[in-house]
């Protein structure tokens, strides 16, 4: 049945049950679903209607509020247990003695209303206010209140003629008065704005007790235009960047460990809110200002640096730093320097974190300005970062290895040296990189990887050895070519090694090459064997006149094989 | 959608302009701009007719079409409605020829309506008045409904028994809020956990009653405790610092803040020892060191509060700086502060007139009201916001509520401030007659328009200004009984 058309034939009381009726529908899906979902919305403009239907017909709903029960016209309309989490005890609880609705409501003054009433739902442990603080700041044009004084408990006995006044003249009669004064003792409540020195007879009285020009207290335009100005500014103003300059200039005077605990608490929520904000300049002046804080408190015996060790820590961690995610996705490129300049203040502790920010929607830019923080907040500390190599996902890994291998110190090396035996192969390629760009001589550490599972890894051997005429990496080869390794039976990378050694290779490895164009199996009559396309390629690529001879007499080799190949590797 | 804002703009325009003709004298130039930006709104509309705001079921109407609320409006139309309930008018029209209307008649109207709410029947007076001025180019328009039924449409501002019923509740608001920073304040000083919510309620009970009737603040504020200062002196600043505020236009949510501001701004002298708070004489320089640290303690003091940390950043600013000058000299010292907020200098200019006239151990004499507002005038200015001291003193006026006066014909009295139901700007002044013992009894109230000697020539005034214990009496209690 349609309750709105309903409304005038069920009576007023049944009119408001129905109204109650819903408001508590209403605030219920408020609590279950989340703001603008439909059925929110719906429950909303059922109760609205509802109850502007009611207040059209009847003008005003009023409603007696009892602890467990609310009350229309004297009949209790609806009745629930005094607990937390029922209609009639949220209004009882906060002292609410009567609440009308009045005709002309509006759809807006109603959801605000609920808003109030969820917000309010449960009083928490740190109630600012309540819903009776919160409906006075909204000031609802149809929603009126009475307050019980119950609220107050037992009123304080004082009376105002309890307030003593100070000694009264024995007589009853005037001890002094303006215009006889002619010398006033020390104000120090005058002096409390100034220099704590002065004393009231600086001043002359005689200059300062002369009247007010009544015209000379009267605003010029200007200044009323500046006031005028003032107020708007103050009903807009966010007071966060005030409140922080507060604190921040606090700290130089506080003191002891307490009192740094109590303002890093407050700092730590307001580094959360200039993040919100996007404030990255003073996000970073927060920082920087309790750093300065904690190099004043040195003493060993003070807590406080534990403290400001511990508001350091908190702020780097997951849950504050992820508060970023969407403004690093946001921020366009070249707003990125205040971020960085930010970032740069945390400690290396924030590495965990700053990592967990490479999302896959962030651009070249933004991934590269937070791979130079971290690089550079390792730089200080390596340990943050070479605690997360052991459980962090591969392409996150390789990121941070690559970090890692342009950081400096002999610690570095040994951790890449670690990890070079990964079971992740793009780790263990990213780590003897990383290797051997911090000093060729690392080649003896990684030379081994020439027979790593993994082909990429094994290029990267080949081809940092390829790149120098080196009697060391020479010998490397030589050694390895004569192993029979396992992996050497793989014709591909059997090559390659050649290849390799002609490269870095001299003089010095002719007898070796010689020596296998000279030694053929009968398989070699009809087909190329590895060693020998390899030996080939490799004196191509020495390169030298001697070379050169043993490659042409290849080519007039009575194996055809051999000649084959040699002509091939000619040609090449 | 159109409409709806230029009705918005003129209710706020006609709002203000009442609102502050209400407060000011009509060469203030708060009252000019007030009225300018009337006028040229009214007359930017009249251009198509008739401008008409309606009340009808609850609903303001603008141009026949209803007003629509935004959550950022809901005030404005909430006191819009009482304004026009308690006068019970169901409007107000302005005739096309409202556009040649001089400025002062807009003024002249303005008072009217606010005197208006003292008339047995408001629309009815209203309208002789208009036409006894000659004024035809607005038309109140009477009440259409009946009145609710709980409401009583003889209850005037100053009946007798409403009058009685403000004072009851202002005695009632400063006791709790005695009680409350008391109760805070004690909290504090052995590391209990304390909350603000009771605080806030008090803060918005008082806004209440500053919007109300703001002499009755000012009379409120006069209270002085000689044994417990601090509690007393927080609640006066606080009660000072929010009418300061409703005189500069502040909305009731910045009211309240700045209550709440006033009421915790000395919360750092909890841990200062009373040998030092009472000592009488100037400070060692170690124990100036202990009291200049009271406001950094109040903010720490605050921090520790149990509210959310939105709340606690918009009320620890005015405690913070209530003892900077404009400067920023003064203490404590900053470095990162550039501009001390506006809640931080009406706090700065209200405690030091409290403090000024408030008895203190370390002081032989305590300054009379007038004698403190001078000394801040002529000697201490420099420390203060100009602009706001003007107001200040504007609105303490040469004698402030609460002061015991002596006037030229030799009888005692204490100064209510001026009538706020009356359209005509005048002191009032209680006389105090001997009672039976070595006491006084409320006399006569007088009425005075011209409140000294230099502006007047005949009749009563004031001569001067007296301790309030040199005569052994509260003032307050005079007035608020």
């Known amino acids: 049945m349609d309750q709105t058309t309903a409304v005038p034939f069920r009576g007023e009381r049944q009119a408001a049950v129905v109204v109650i009726g819903n408001l508590i529908r209403a605030i219920k899906s408020y609590a279950l679903y989340p703001e603008g979902h439909e059925k929110r919305r719906d429950a909303l403009e059922r109760c609205y209607q509802d109850l502007s239907d009611f207040l059209q017909t009847y003008h005003q709903m009023r409603l007696d509020i009892g602890k467990d029960c609310l009350v229309f016209n004297g009949e209790t309309i609806h009745s629930a247990p005094p607990e937390q989490g029922n209609l009639p005890f949220v209004f009882f609880r906060d002292g609410i003695q009567t609440l009308e609705f009045q005709d002309g409501i509006d759809f807006v003054e109603v959801e605000t209303f609920l808003d109030l009433l969820n917000d309010h739902w449960i009083l928490t442990d740190e109630p600012e206010g309540d819903l009776v603080t919160a409906l006075w700041d909204a000031r609802l044009p149809h929603i009126r209140y009475v307050v019980s004084d119950l609220f107050w408990g037992k009123d304080p006995e004082l009376e105002l003629h309890a307030f003593s006044i100070g000694k009264k003249a024995a007589n009853g009669t005037v001890l002094s008065e303006s215009r006889d004064s002619d010398q006033v003792e020390a104000l120090r409540d005058a002096e409390d704005s100034g220099d704590g020195k002065r004393s009231v007879e600086d001043f002359g009285t005689q200059v300062w007790l002369k009247p007010i020009d009544p015209d000379a207290v009267e605003l010029t335009p200007e200044e009323s235009r500046r006031l005028f100005e003032w107020t708007i500014q103050e009903e807009k103003k966010d007071p966060l960047t005030d409140f922080l300059n507060v604190l921040l200039d606090s700290l130089l005077e506080i003191r002891d460990t307490q009192e740094v605990e109590v303002f890093l608490d407050t700092l730590k929520t307001l580094f959360q809110n200039l993040i919100l904000q996007r404030n990255w300049e003073k996000a970073a002046l927060l920082l920087k200002e309790v750093e300065e804080m904690g190099h004043r408190h040195t003493d060993p015996a003070d807590d406080s640096s534990t403290t400001v060790a511990a508001f350091f820590k908190d702020v780097s961690d997951w849950p504050v730093l992820s508060l970023m995610e969407k403004a690093l996705i946001e921020t366009p490129s070249g707003e990125l320097a205040p971020i960085q300049k930010m970032l740069l203040r945390l400690p290396p502790e924030a590495i965990p974190a700053l990592c967990r920010l490479f999302t896959p929607n962030l651009d070249l830019k933004t991934r590269d300005m937070l791979t130079a923080v971290i690089e550079i907040l390792a730089s200080r500390d390596v340990g943050p970062l070479a605690s997360m190599l052991k459980n962090t996902e591969e392409p996150r890994l390789c990121r941070l290895v690559s970090i890692l291998g342009r950081l400096k110190g002999a610690t570095i090396n040994g951790i890449l040296e670690g990890l070079i035996h990964h079971p992740s192969a793009m780790v263990r390629r990213e780590a003897a990189a990383a290797l051997l760009r911090r000093n060729p001589e690392n080649i003896h550490k990684v030379f081994f990887l020439i027979d790593d599972d993994d082909e990429r890894v094994r290029r990267l051997i080949l081809g940092f050895v390829s790149r120098f005429r080196n009697p060391v990496l020479e010998d490397m080869l030589l050694e390895h070519l004569q192993s029979h390794g396992s992996r050497l039976e793989d014709k591909d990378h059997l090559v390659s090694c050649f290849k390799a050694l002609g490269f870095c290779g001299s003089s010095r490895s002719l007898p070796f090459l010689e020596k296998i164009l000279n030694t053929q199996t009968w398989r070699d009559l009809f087909r190329t064997s590895g060693r020998i396309q390899g030996a080939l390629l490799a004196l191509k690529a020495i390169g030298t006149p001697q070379a050169k001879e043993l490659l042409e007499k290849a080519a007039r080799s009575l194996h055809p094989g051999i000649r084959r190949a040699a002509k091939e590797a000619l040609k090449e | ?481």
């Open chain 2, 1 to 481: 959608m159109e409409t709806g804002l230029h009705g918005e703009e003129v209710v706020r325009a006609f709002y203000r302009m009442i609102h502050t003709i209400g407060m000011y004298q009509d060469n203030n130039t708060l009252v000019h701009d007030a009225v300018s930006k009337f006028m040229a709104s009214a007359r930017r509309l009249v251009k198509d007719g008739d401008l008409e705001i309606l009340i009808w079921r609850g609903r303001i109407f603008f141009q026949g079409e209803r007003l629509p609320y935004r959550r950022e409006t809901f005030a404005l139309a909430g006191a819009w409605l009482d304004f026009f309930q308690k006068r019970r008018l169901a409007g107000i029209r302005f005739h096309s020829h409202v556009e040649h209307a001089h400025a002062s008649e807009f003024v002249f109207l303005a008072r009217l309506l606010n005197g208006s709410l003292n008339q047995e029947n408001p629309a009815e007076w209203l309208d002789d008045q208009l036409l006894a001025r000659g004024i035809h180019w607005v038309e109140p328009i009477r009440e259409i409904e009946e009145p609710l039924p709980d409401e009583d449409p003889g209850a005037h501002f100053d009946d007798p028994s409403r009058v009685l019923e403000r004072r009851k509740k202002a005695r009632q608001s400063y006791l709790r809020g005695v009680d409350a920073v008391k109760t805070v304040s004690r909290k504090i000083s052995v590391h209990s956990p304390a909350g603000i919510r009771k605080i806030r309620r008090l803060a918005q009970n008082m806004v209440e009653l500053v919007l109300e009737d703001e002499s009755l603040m000012h009379c409120l504020a006069s209270i002085r405790d000689y044994d417990d200062y601090t509690y007393t002196h927080s609640i006066n600043v606080a009660l000072l610092s929010m009418c300061m505020g409703r005189r500069i236009g502040l909305s009731h949510v910045l009211l309240e803040q700045l209550g709440v501001c006033g009421m915790l701004h000395d919360l750092g002298k909890v841990e200062i020892s009373r040998d030092i708070l009472h000592k009488p004489g100037r400070l060692a320089p170690e124990e100036w060191e202990v009291m200049e640290r009271h406001p950094l303690n109040g903010v720490m003091h605050i921090l520790r509060l149990n509210a959310p940390a939105e709340m606690k950043s918009r009320i620890a600013l005015g405690p913070f700086e209530h003892h900077l000058k404009v400067d920023l000299t003064g203490y404590p010292k900053t470095r990162l502060t550039r501009d001390i907020t506006l809640f931080g200098r009406i706090l700065s200019i209200v405690d030091t007139y409290d403090a000024l006239t408030s008895h203190r151990a370390y002081r032989a004499r305590t300054l009379l009201p007038n004698e403190a507002l001078s000394l801040m005038w002529h000697r201490l200015y420099r420390q203060f916001d100009p602009i706001l001291l003007k107001v200040f003193v504007h609105m303490m006026g040469p004698f402030p509520a609460g002061s015991v006066v002596r006037l030229n014909t030799g009888a005692l009295g204490v100064v209510m401030g001026p009538d706020p139901g009356s359209e005509t700007a005048g002191t009032r002044v209680l006389l105090l007659e001997k009672d039976d013992g070595n006491g006084f009894r409320k006399g006569e109230i007088l009425n005075l328009t011209k409140p000294n000697a230099e502006t007047e020539t005949t009749g009563q005034w004031i001569l001067s200004c007296l301790s309030p214990s040199a005569v052994g009496i509260q003032p307050a209690q005079f007035l608020l009984q």
